[in-house]
């Protein structure tokens, strides 16, 4: 289930924070700030942050980038957050040539924020591991102080 983040009005700092956050992720991306330009700012998934977990933000911006050598491009970029006790703390950003691109990296995202559970098989298997290999060592020490 998605937020509706559309629909949540954010502060100026957030925005501000989140304009400068996209700006690293251009230079990062070998594009000169001063002639590059973020057009379009929004955010695709706001998960608000509750007793059990953290938040999480998810912003995506358009532009166009100039590199070095003055080529122009349109670029699609993403900035994800965790928010943790009402702040933001940077993630990870990107910048890419497609939006399709952009997309692949939001089904990673939506992959990380789902929380594991042990209903996955292999966090059984691992949690099983771990009792037998712990039984098998202490039964082990257990038979060497026994028969020492």
Known sequence: MRAQAPQRQFSERV?????L???RALVRANFCLESSEIINLRCVDDRCETDRQFGN???????IGVDETRNRQNI????????QYGLQELVEDGVFD???ERERFRSLYNREVNVPSWRQPA???LLAG???MTAAM????MLRNLLA
Request: aromatic share 14%; no cysteine.
């Open 130 to 132: 771990v009792i037998a």
């Open 98 to 100: 497609t939006a399709a």
């Open 15 to 19: 925005l501000r924070q989140v304009r």
């Open 138 to 141: 202490l039964l082990y020490l």
């Open 57 to 63: 933000q998810l912003w995506y911006f358009e532009g």
């Open 76 to 83: 699609h970029g993403v900035v994800e957050y965790s928010v």
């Open 21 to 23: 956050d996209s700006g």
């Open 123 to 125: 966090h059984r298997l």
